[in-house]
């Protein structure tokens, strides 16, 4: 019991600190499969068309967007852990031209000489947290990055997958007239709840994220809808 509750534990810390991978992925997928679910449906009535379509667009949507986060973020901890040792072997070599530099930016953010003398003088003693604070405050990188390159690419994956599915489900359901329908109406649902996600989570008007969302959506089915007419014509 305890072994999975630690792994509950540990997947949900994933998700948190991939957060913004599975909403990006998720509008991602909505949205591109949405548009060439649309545009194949809008130039042929055969459902087994759109299915193919769909399912093969859906699939390797969600495979490129999980190669592409995993290099941006293998990427980014490798910047990150050569500015790291850069800002080592710079502490190494000019301790004391640190500790001054670090002085001078504490009392520039309001600390009092003493103040600031007693914080450098702690974090001489404490070489680890020297590299932390220049890492943080100067560097803009933390030493630690929690989440490996695979689980933010992981979470792309399931996310983008998820939601591009969504278009496609209703053509393995329905006919292909009720199956256009149906997958509008919950393409655009999940839109909408997208659009009200990030509202929520970036404290925006709920309103406002929402129709940007579904516009964002709805321009992508026009243009696949134009697209198969212009195609097929």
Known sequence: MRSILDLVRRVRASLLISIG???FGMEDGAVSVAGLVFGVAASTNDSQIVLLAGATGAIAGAVSMMAGTYLDVQSEHSRAAALVEQARRGIVADPA???DRVARQLRAAGFTDLEANGVTAALERNPAALLD???AFELGVPRGLAAS???HAAWMFVADLVAASIPVVPFVLFDIELARLVSL???GGLMAALGIARGWVGHEPV????LQTMGIAGAAA???VLIGRLVTS
């Open 21 to 23: 991978d599975v909403a």
């Open 97 to 99: 031209g640190t500790r």
């Open 133 to 135: 604070y220049v890492a």
């Open 149 to 151: 390159p695979w689980s």
């Open 185 to 187: 109406i919950v393409t």
């Open 207 to 210: 309103w406002r994220t929402a």
């Open 222 to 224: 026009l243009a696949g």
